[in-house]
Every structure is written in structure tokens, then in C-alpha cells.
């Protein structure tokens, strides 16, 4: 999850009147992403990388995939600190948030067997996803726990952001296949649809200050942003 680099500090003062704006736009789009997780969860085609691991170790614990994420977000966000990274208000909120959400969702939605139902919820769980990511990248409250660890890497060992990604996500793929998580086209059609999906919606819902000081939704991609992708 990852956060656009903007002029104003992820935590700063608000003085546009954005702040409310901006805290529906975090938590509306944290919630998305919980449920469009979930969406995958039940399509049973094929996951986000991370939420392959968080499958594998539900697998083999016994919890929950929604709590098994929240522990895996706390984890990571304690290798933060050798990292010298800096959480946000957003950072702490999508290591509960997002899991909470899922397991939610999970609960609401029957089981899915054919694959007519199946298919469209897989679709329909990575465009969700997409407009998730648009929404809590554009409230600009700082990256998540595993975006952050990525960025971190980055600046530490100084290899590109894509290479550190690419690294990262294989590993946990890896490991969550190995331990039972669900690899398949879900999973290859996320890696190639979220990035435009996500620089889509970001365009829609970013938020910009009009001159007059008030609050408007932005029809432009804010400067500097990082797109997952």
C-alpha cells in the first residue's frame, strides 16, 4: 500500500479544510480493501501476493486470514525501526483496519462453489481493490506497513523500488504456497490490473485545495505519486 509524495506532510496540519475529507477517503478505502480481499478469499482463484502468505499461515494456525494479517502488519511494522521509517496515522490504521474488514466481509458473503459466481467475484475483488488503493493512497496518511518496509529496503540497500517489490512479493508468495495459500490466475491478473487500476482511481478521488482554500476532488494525478504496479 503505498502513499503519494506530496508537498504536505502525511500528518502535518490541514489548513485547506481537507482533514475530513481526506479521513473518509482513509478509512473508506481501508475498509474496500479489507472487503475486496475478501472477495478473493471466496472467488478461491488466486490472491493479492501478501494475502497468499496470510492464507497459508491461517492454514496452519488455525486463525482467522483477517487477524492473521493484522499480526503479519504489526510484524512488519516493527522491522520498521531498524529501517529508520516513520509510521502515519494511515500506517497503523491499515494493520487493523484492513483485517477487520476482511474477516467482516467473509462472514457476510456465502460460499461461492461454481465457477460462474466465482469468476465475476474475482473481477470484481481486484477492481474493487483498485478503487480502494485509489481512496487511501489519495488521503495521504502514509504508506502501509508492508509499503513501507519495501520503501525502507529501497533507500537502505539502494536497489529500485521494483526490484525490492519484486523480491518481497515473491518471497511471500513463495512461502504462502508452500504453507497452503491460494496461487492462480486471480493472482496473475491482480499483479497486471492493479497499478492502472489504481493510478485510475487515484486521479478520481485525489484531493487538491481549490485557490479559495476549499476542498475539491482533483481530476489529475497528484505530483510524485507511487502507484502500486
Same mark, same amino acid.
Not at 14 to 31: E, K, N, Q
Not at 152 to 168: A, E, K, P, Q
Given at each position: ?81 531498524? +529501517? ?15 483485517? *477487520?474488514?476482511? &474477516?467482516?466481509? *467473509?462472514?457476510?458473503?456465502? &460460499? ?15 477492481? +474493487? ?19 513501507? *518496509? ?46 492502472? +487500476? ?32
Amino acid at each position: 500500500m503505498s502513499t503519494p509524495a506530496d508537498s504536505t506532510p502525511a500528518n502535518g496540519p490541514d489548513t485547506g479544510g481537507r482533514l475530513p475529507l481526506r479521513l473518509v477517503h482513509l478509512y473508506a478505502g481501508l475498509a474496500l480493501y479489507g472487503a475486496s480481499s475478501a472477495l478473493l478469499v471466496e472467488a478461491g482463484l488466486g490472491l493479492e501476493p501478501w494475502n497468499v502468505l496470510h492464507q497459508g499461515l491461517a492454514e496452519l494456525t488455525g486463525l482467522t486470514i483477517g487477524v492473521v494479517s493484522i499480526f503479519v502488519g504489526a510484524a512488519v511494522l516493527l522491522l520498521w525501526i531498524p +529501517l529508520r521509517q516513520r509510521p502515519g496515522l494511515g500506517t497503523v490504521s491499515n494493520v487493523f483496519v484492513v483485517g *477487520l474488514a476482511m &474477516d467482516g466481509t *467473509l462472514a457476510l458473503v456465502p &460460499d461461492a462453489h461454481a465457477l460462474a459466481v466465482r469468476v465475476p467475484l474475482m473481477l470484481a475483488g481486484i477492481v +474493487l481493490n483498485g478503487l480502494a488503493t485509489g481512496l487511501y493512497i489519495s488521503a495521504r496518511f502514509g504508506p502501509g506497513p508492508r509499503d513501507g *518496509l519495501m520503501t525502507g529496503l529501497h533507500r537502505r540497500t539502494g536497489r529500485s523500488i521494483r526490484l525490492v517489490r519484486t523480491v518481497l512479493e515473491v518471497a511471500v508468495v513463495a512461502t504462502g504456497f508452500v504453507l497452503g495459500g491460494t496461487v492462480g490466475v486471480g493472482t496473475l491478473l491482480y499483479a497486471v490490473a492493479i497499478g492502472p +487500476l489504481a493510478q485510475f482511481f487515484l486521479r478520481m478521488f485525489a484531493v487538491r485545495r481549490a485557490p479559495g482554500g476549499s476542498t475539491v476532488v482533483a481530476a489529475g494525478q497528484p505530483e510524485g505519486a507511487i502507484l502500486p504496479g
